[in-house]
């Protein structure tokens, strides 16, 4: 395929990036990409924010690409500047278009066209969307909802202003949308991935999480996986890769995570964003390794599966409830349409999108099929159906609970735990030998139930009440999540672990287990791993001579104990040197977690000094420091 055998590796280059860069500078750049990760394809921008590249200049980079065997596709931002009193009373977030300006839809017309000469391939970046609430879009609106006119909106657009011009210029050109990495917001910002996937040729993915906490966005950090496996759903071989950004990724692990649950969803690109960025960047060294060990091991694995959580195209609601779970380590597989065909399904609030939803679930599990179904989508569904499948009942009441009690399968036993922290839980009342409580929460003296079985027909349904704060699933104590993965998990291995320890699992018996790196469990841990039916060992996929024998065998289960190691640099140093690499330092070394900039001029130099000072010391061997030093840029 290129530099690895299961992928390529792509990197984005922004207008600003190239346009008076020259071809020594350029040269120099890309080697050292290819020095560290290995290039096989660029998409080169003409257009960004009002800087377009001229066509001279374009060529002469997209020719000193080619002679390095580069790929070169195009790609367009659709952002512009206000001009005065053309853009009087609109506020436009991050200068996207308003698509109701005459002005600024010529402009987006004109701009595709020249790109459109240029290219055969280019993608659109993820700024395709509006915001824009000024008087001629409130006009064009009329009667309808923000969703529903914005939707229509951008579907002509899509239309009119990008293909049609584009395949007039050049009839054989092929567009990729990408979508972003905000899914729950798509259809209020007129992404609609239902229609859209069939107006273009192919879409692209973003897998940019970053810092949970930290960020505006909150992605849960599997999203980087499920969404990626979301949209090859969605449109089957046609999801061109992912695609990720470098920006607030301290430290270096935030940024490498983002590329290894990419990677495990099994792209056919991986992006990387920006060219300009990831220059001289100390995070590209990493990344270049290990997507090296990565792709070594999807030579061995087969395809993605997991549980298939049921979620309607431009639906919301318990938004990332299905990426909470897999962060606890149950394998999920976002599916747009409803799985008929599956053994088991996730029900979240999302899938009432689909207004049929109660009658398909009925059918399902009278027919033998397992459903598992969140408490906001029982409380939603009841009085619409579901009350004839189950005795919950749903009180507008909560319960803070830091103890626990569940069964234990295969025995009439029980198991009591406790959190370190309260966690608050909906109330779902039952009635008992009608519905039946697998895992319960206390709260005073009462208890309710957290995981609930009812059978129906052949089959059962499976409630799993979920946290007011869904990320706080993490707080369970391990007996309960353990519980809960037994009855979710839908293949055939389950683990048994702590929280932030993912699960993926592929079809050729194998899997991966993935310590979230920038967690407080990112130490070693013991984990045990139950494989069902009668398994003989386990080996591993990056040595295959590291064998691993079973604990025991019970109710034709298999038990396994492995660990997990979030960082090995003894294990990555001597793999190097098995390879015949020499080190100029190899070492472990302080990696801060955030750095600090200086601006001026008397503490740069007296900060200089001091390190200076430090290194000429005999009595000191190293020195570490968070002060984001500026590089040596060389000159365009």
């Given at each position: 395929?290129?530099?690895?055998?299961?992928?390529?590796?792509?990197?984005y280059?922004?207008?600003?990036?190239?346009?008076?860069?020259?071809?020594?500078?350029?040269?120099?750049?890309?080697?050292?990409?290819?020095?560290?990760?290995?290039?096989?394809?660029?998409?080169?921008?003409?257009?960004?924010?009002?800087?377009?590249?001229?066509?001279?200049?374009?060529?002469?980079?997209?020719?000193?690409?080619?002679?390095?065997?580069?790929?070169?596709?195009g790609?367009?931002?659709?952002?512009?500047?206000?001009?005065?009193?053309?853009?009087?009373?609109?506020?436009?977030?991050f200068?996207?278009?308003?698509?109701?300006?005459?002005r600024?839809?010529?402009?987006?017309?004109?701009?595709?066209?020249?790109?459109?000469?240029?290219?055969?391939?280019?993608?659109i970046?993820?700024?395709?969307?509006?915001?824009?609430?000024?008087?001629?879009?409130?006009?064009?609106?009329?009667?309808?909802?923000w969703?529903e006119?914005?939707?229509?909106?951008?579907?002509?657009?899509?239309?009119?202003?990008?293909?049609?011009?584009?395949?007039?210029?050049?009839?054989?050109?092929?567009?990729t949308?990408?979508?972003?990495?905000?899914?729950?917001?798509?259809?209020?910002?007129?992404?609609?991935?239902?229609?859209?996937?069939?107006?273009?040729?192919?879409?692209?993915?973003?897998?940019?999480?970053?810092?949970?906490?930290?960020t505006?966005?909150?992605?849960?950090?599997?999203?980087?996986?499920?969404?990626?496996?979301?949209?090859e759903?969605?449109?089957?071989?046609?999801?061109?890769?992912?695609?990720f950004?470098?920006?607030?990724?301290?430290?270096?692990?935030?940024?490498?995570?983002?590329?290894?649950?990419?990677?495990?969803?099994?792209?056919?690109?991986?992006?990387?964003?920006?060219?300009?960025?990831?220059?001289?960047?100390?995070?590209?060294?990493?990344?270049?390794?290990?997507?090296?060990?990565?792709?070594?091991?999807?030579?061995?694995?087969?395809?993605?599966?997991?549980?298939?959580?049921?979620?309607?195209?431009?639906?919301?609601?318990?938004?990332?409830?299905?990426?909470?779970?897999?962060?606890?380590?149950?394998?999920?597989?976002?599916?747009?349409?409803?799985?008929?065909?599956?053994?088991?399904?996730?029900?979240?609030?999302?899938?009432?999108?689909d207004?049929?939803?109660?009658?398909k679930?009925?059918?399902?599990?009278?027919?033998?099929?397992?459903?598992?179904?969140?408490?906001?989508?029982?409380?939603?569904?009841?009085?619409?159906?579901?009350?004839q499948?189950?005795?919950?009942?749903?009180?507008?009441?909560?319960?803070?609970?830091?103890?626990?009690?569940?069964?234990?399968?295969?025995?009439?036993?029980?198991?009591?735990?406790?959190?370190?922290?309260?966690?608050?839980?909906?109330?779902?009342?039952?009635?008992?030998n009608?519905?039946?409580?697998?895992?319960?929460?206390?709260?005073?003296?009462?208890?309710?139930?957290?995981?609930?079985?009812?059978?129906?027909?052949?089959?059962?349904?499976?409630?799993?009440?979920?946290?007011?704060?869904?990320?706080?699933?993490?707080?369970?104590?391990?007996?309960?999540?353990?519980?809960?993965?037994?009855?979710?998990?839908?293949?055939?291995?389950?683990?048994?672990?702590?929280?932030?320890?993912?699960?993926?699992?592929?079809?050729?018996?194998?899997?991966?287990?993935?310590?979230?790196?920038?967690?407080e469990?990112?130490?070693?841990?013991?984990i045990?791993?139950?494989?069902?039916?009668?398994?003989?060992?386990?080996?591993?996929?990056?040595?295959?001579?590291?064998?691993?024998?079973?604990?025991?065998?019970?109710?034709?289960?298999?038990?396994?104990?492995?660990y997990?190691?979030?960082?090995?640099?003894?294990?990555?140093?001597?793999?190097?040197?098995?390879?015949?690499?020499?080190?100029?330092?190899?070492?472990?070394?302080?990696?801060?977690d955030?750095?600090?900039?200086?601006?001026?001029?008397?503490?740069?130099?007296?900060?200089?000094?001091?390190?200076?000072?430090?290194?000429?010391?005999?009595?000191?061997?190293?020195v570490?420091?968070?002060?984001?030093?500026?590089?040596?840029?060389?000159?365009?």
């Amino acid at each position: 395929m290129g530099h690895f055998q299961n992928f390529k590796t792509v990197i984005y280059c922004t207008s600003q990036s190239m346009v008076s860069i020259s071809m020594e500078s350029l040269q120099r750049q890309i080697d050292f990409f290819q020095k560290y990760v290995g290039v096989d394809k660029v998409y080169l921008e003409p257009y960004r924010d009002d800087c377009l590249i001229p066509r001279e200049q374009l060529a002469r980079c997209i020719n000193l690409f080619h002679k390095n065997n580069i790929e070169v596709a195009g790609g367009i931002t659709t952002t512009i500047s206000g001009e005065g009193e053309a853009d009087e009373g609109r506020q436009r977030l991050f200068n996207t278009y308003c698509y109701c300006n005459d002005r600024m839809r010529n402009h987006l017309k004109k701009t595709v066209e020249y790109i459109a000469g240029l290219y055969d391939e280019f993608i659109i970046d993820d700024f395709f969307f509006t915001n824009c609430t000024c008087d001629d879009c409130r006009k064009a609106k009329g009667d309808r909802s923000w969703e529903e006119f914005r939707l229509a909106l951008m579907k002509e657009v899509s239309e009119n202003l990008i293909i049609k011009p584009a395949k007039a210029i050049n009839p054989n050109i092929k567009i990729t949308v990408k979508f972003p990495n905000w899914m729950e917001s798509y259809q209020e910002a007129g992404y609609n991935p239902g229609e859209q996937k069939d107006l273009f040729d192919k879409i692209y993915t973003g897998t940019e999480t970053r810092h949970q906490r930290h960020t505006d966005q909150h992605l849960p950090r599997y999203e980087s996986y499920s969404i990626m496996r979301y949209m090859e759903n969605l449109a089957p071989g046609r999801n061109g890769g992912g695609w990720f950004d470098c920006y607030q990724c301290y430290p270096m692990d935030a940024y490498l995570e983002q590329a290894y649950l990419t990677v495990l969803s099994r792209p056919r690109e991986v992006m990387m964003f920006c060219w300009g960025s990831l220059y001289k960047n100390k995070l590209i060294t990493p990344m270049g390794f290990q997507l090296g060990r990565l792709d070594a091991m999807l030579s061995k694995v087969g395809a993605c599966q997991g549980l298939k959580c049921y979620l309607p195209v431009n639906a919301q609601g318990e938004d990332h409830a299905e990426d909470y779970l897999g962060m606890m380590g149950v394998p999920v597989e976002g599916v747009p349409e409803f799985p008929a065909d599956a053994a088991s399904v996730l029900l979240t609030v999302q899938a009432l999108k689909d207004e049929h939803i109660v009658e398909k679930l009925e059918r399902f599990v009278a027919a033998g099929g397992k459903a598992i179904v969140t408490s906001g989508f029982v409380k939603e569904a009841l009085c619409k159906g579901l009350e004839q499948m189950t005795s919950i009942r749903y009180r507008d009441r909560i319960i803070s609970a830091a103890e626990y009690m569940t069964d234990k399968p295969h025995t009439w036993g029980s198991i009591l735990c406790s959190a370190q922290r309260p966690v608050i839980f909906p109330v779902m009342e039952h009635r008992n030998n009608t519905t039946w409580a697998l895992a319960k929460a206390f709260g005073g003296d009462e208890s309710y139930g957290i995981l609930l079985r009812d059978t129906y027909g052949r089959g059962q349904m499976i409630t799993l009440v979920l946290p007011d704060a869904i990320s706080d699933l993490k707080l369970l104590p391990q007996p309960i999540l353990n519980r809960i993965r037994s009855e979710l998990c839908a293949g055939d291995v389950v683990l048994e672990a702590p929280s932030q320890i993912s699960l993926f699992t592929y079809d050729n018996d194998t899997f991966c287990v993935y310590p979230y790196a920038c967690d407080e469990n990112a130490a070693a841990q013991q984990i045990r791993v139950r494989v069902k039916g009668v398994a003989t060992e386990l080996y591993s996929l990056e040595n295959e001579k590291f064998r691993i024998k079973p604990l025991y065998v019970d109710h034709n289960e298999t038990l396994f104990e492995i660990y997990t190691e979030p960082s090995d640099f003894s294990g990555v140093r001597d793999d190097l040197e098995a390879k015949g690499y020499s080190f100029v330092s190899a070492e472990v070394e302080m990696v801060p977690d955030t750095y600090t900039d200086l601006t001026d001029p008397d503490q740069i130099l007296k900060m200089q000094k001091l390190i200076d000072a430090l290194e000429d010391n005999d009595d000191v061997q190293q020195v570490w420091h968070n002060w984001n030093e500026p590089e040596e840029e060389d000159e365009d």
